[in-house]
């Protein structure tokens, strides 16, 4: 990047290549997904990266149109992952599913150490998104330390600004005995303040209820709105059903 006028800055016409409505997502930006471990974090995530991958909608934020994405993850080996995805994932139309891409890195592939090799296959592959689940898996930094992550997002922007692409990024919980009950869950984020400062929008997950029924928690810098989600997992589908509870108040009051 380099500097421009501030008369630059007003006269030029900025397009904003939007990939999800309610400024959740637009090329260039970064997501980060939280939540303790096991927790169905890994889900979530898979049912969002098939909504990026057709086209659809994303607890009723509406993608765009179907988007390329190199989804690296390093917890499920490949049998596994293909009885996740299986029957959903298999009712998209073969020439959707073969434009993008699944990296199973078994723990191997290190964002910083490896950042040629992840640079090559982003040239091949040309995503609109990168998928990094989870971002323990993918450095050996000490999380709490400010300096060594912010040399690790880094990296990342690099790999955003030289391939125009958006990162969404899994992350854990602290510890069950390391968070406070009065924390929100934003504030049970592991790590260094650093990640959230990096990211532009944060989605949070509550652990599982006795109900079923969990909160989701949305913190976006490019819009104003207050996000709230209510999500319960259906077993017969095997996916998260969500309402949003500000219409339901909002139904409730007129």
């Known amino acids: 990047p380099k500097p421009l006028s501030f008369l630059s800055l007003l006269k030029t016409d900025w397009p904003e290549d939007i990939f999800i409505d309610g400024g959740v997502l637009s090329r260039g930006d970064s997501i980060l997904i939280g939540a303790e471990s096991k927790a169905g974090k890994s889900t979530l995530l898979t049912n969002f990266t098939r909504e990026l991958i057709e086209g659809g909608s994303f607890l009723g934020f509406k993608v765009s149109r179907p988007l390329k994405v190199l989804y690296m993850q390093a917890e499920l080996r490949e049998p596994s992952l293909k009885q996740r995805l299986l029957n959903k994932y298999g009712l998209i139309p073969e020439l959707v599913l073969s434009s993008s891409y699944v990296w199973n890195t078994r723990g191997l592939i290190l964002i910083e150490k490896d950042e040629v090799e992840i640079a090559s296959q982003l040239n091949l592959i040309k995503p ?42 899994a992350h854990h919980f602290r510890k069950a005995g390391q968070a406070k009950s009065t924390e929100s869950l934003m ?13 532009d929008t944060t989605i949070v997950m509550e652990s599982r209820t006795k109900t079923g029924y969990r909160r989701l928690e949305f913190d976006t810098r490019n819009s104003d709105k207050t996000i709230k989600r209510i999500i319960k997992y259906n077993e017969s589908t095997k996916e998260f059903d969500w309402h949003d509870p500000t219409i339901e108040v909002h139904k409730m009051l007129c």
């Open 128 to 169: 609109d998104v990168l998928i990094i689940d989870p971002l323990a898996n993918f450095h050996t930094n000490e999380e709490n330390n400010a300096t060594e992550m912010a040399k690790f997002f880094r990296v990342l922007d690099r790999l955003k600004f030289d391939f125009s692409l958006s990162i969404i990024i």
């Open 187 to 199: 504030e049970k984020i592991r790590g260094s303040s650093v990640l959230r400062g990096w990211v």
